[in-house]
């Protein structure tokens, strides 16, 4: 199965998902994808081996461009990994329960629009939480608003500042991301 990932920024979870599976070999990331062309990801992508493409918004919703594109490279599987913008209806139509975003925080809690990178964390802190964590759930036409695949969490302390909450979270997308997404493809593929 071939993985499209989409991007928009440094790429820590992009690396670690393309490391993941050229040692696991359940699936192949066959293409990084960004709205951006200096997202330090494609550099990432790149030094493993995997093509990359930047898509600006302007061209994102244009279907006429980005579903030739996915099936030059035979995409089965999407995953947005730090992916900023709205994904356009027709590409969630076209990857039902195939397309995944993972999001910095126990949904439905700091969800939804502006709630990306490190205003979650300072929401999280301004809360007053004693947990923090990450959500793999499926992308649809509401942001941050898919069904809800897999949830981890970690311990807060009343000391932690919003850079250790995002440090104690970072450690969970590390760790699990990856496996959730190899889980839902050797579902697909046992399906098949």
């Known amino acids: 199965m071939n993985i499209a990932i989409f991007v928009s920024g440094g790429g820590t979870n992009c690396e670690n998902i393309i490391r993941y599976f050229h040692e696991n070999g359940h699936a192949n990331v066959a293409l990084v994808i960004s709205n951006r062309s200096d997202a330090y990801a494609l550099v990432r992508a790149e030094r493993q081996g995997v093509p990359t493409k930047v898509i600006p918004k302007s061209q994102l919703a244009d279907e006429n461009v980005v579903l030739p594109l996915l099936d030059e490279y035979h995409i089965d599987f999407i995953v947005l990994a730090g992916f900023l913008l709205m994904v356009p209806e027709y590409l969630i139509h076209a990857y039902p329960r195939r397309m995944v975003n993972l999001h910095p925080a126990l949904l439905p809690k700091f ?34 608003g898919g069904e809800i695949i897999a949830q981890y969490s970690t311990p807060l302390s009343p000391d932690d500042t919003p850079d250790d909450i995002a440090e104690k979270e970072h450690v969970l997308e590390m760790r699990y991301f990856p496996e959730v997404i190899d889980n839902l493809i050797t579902a697909i593929n046992s399906e098949s």
């Open 111 to 144: 969800g939804g629009r502006g709630m990306w990178g490190h205003h979650v964390h300072e929401a999280v802190k301004a809360a007053g939480e004693t947990e923090t964590g990450m959500t793999v759930h499926y992308v649809s036409e509401v942001c941050d």
